[in-house]
C-alpha cells in the first residue's frame, strides 16, 4: 500500500511525542508537513512547514490534529470542506454544539475521519474486549488517576486546566467501558472537575460502570485501570507492552484507502462528547 500523505496540525508537546514520529516512521504513512501557530517549533518535526493551512491542504491527502479541542473543532470542518480524511484527537471538540459541527462536516464531504482513543489500539485492550464479549458483562469499574494538571507537566496546557479531567481523560475511560459493557445510555456524575470527579454509567442491556478520573493526584501512581464482571467470568485490562501508535497509523492509512468505515470515527466521537457534555452540566449544578 502506498503510504499516506498526512499533514500534521500542530507541534505542541504530544506532536512531539506522538504524532509526529508516528506518522513519519512508516510504512503506512508519511508526514508530508505541517501547519501550526509556531512556525519555530513546527520547524522542529523534521517536515516542510507550511505559513497557511490551504498550502498543507494542498501537499496532503489526509489531516492529523493535534490541537486543543476547540480548534480541532473550527480547523477541521475546513479540513473536511477540502476533502481530506482526518485523524482527530480526543475530546472531538471543546463543547457539544462544536463537535456536532465537526461530525456533520465529515459526514456531508464524505471523507474518512478515525479519533486517536489510545487505548482502544493496544493488543491488550483487544483481548480484554474479546474476553468481555464471553463473560455476559453486568458491570465493571474504571480508574485514570494522574498528576498531569500539576506544576510544569507538560500536558498541563491550558483547556485542561481549564477544563479538568473530565474533557480530556474522560472520553478515553468511557469509550472503553461503552465497548466492553454496551452502549452508554445515561451518566450521573459528582465530585470536582479540578479534584476527583465520580461518573456511573449506564449501558444498554442493563449493565452498570463506574469510573473515578483525577489529574490532580501526587506521587507514585498506577496506570490506569479496567477491570468487568460477568455471568460466567470476569475481565481485568493487563498492562499494555506494545505501541498502539503504530497500529494508530497502520488502521488509519487502511480507513483513508477503504473511503472510511472505521468504528472510532467522527461519529463515534461525537456520541462520546454528549456523554461527557451531560457529565459535565450535571458537575456546574
Known sequence: MEPVAVGLVGAGPWARMAHAPMLAKGPHTRLAGVWARRPEA????????????EELFDHCEAVAFCVPPDVQAELGVRAARAGKALLLEKPLAGSLDGARRLADAVAEAGVASQMVLTLRYAVQTRTFLARCGEIRPFGGHAANISGALLGDHP???????????????????????????????GVRAHGDPFGWIGLLLEHEGGAVSEASLSMAAVGDLPPATFAVYG??????????????????????????????????????GLRLQRVVADAEAQLRR
Request: avoid cysteine; charge should be negative; glycine fraction near 12%.
Open 231 to 268: 455471568r460466567t467470568g470476569n475481565a481485568v485490562l493487563l498492562p499494555f507492552d506494545d505501541d498502539p501508535l503504530d497500529a494508530v497509523a497502520e488502521e488509519f492509512a487502511r480507513t483513508v484507502r477503504d473511503g472510511g468505515g472505521h468504528p472510532l470515527d467522527a461519529a463515534h
Open 155 to 185: 500536558f498541563a496546557t491550558p483547556w485542561r486546566l481549564e477544563r479538568g479531567a473530565l474533557l480530556d481523560v474522560g472520553p478515553h475511560v468511557i469509550d472503553l467501558l461503552d465497548a466492553a459493557l454496551g452502549r452508554v445510555t
Open 42 to 53: 513546527a520547524a522542529e518535526l523534521g517536515a516542510p512547514v507550511y505559513g497557511r493551512i
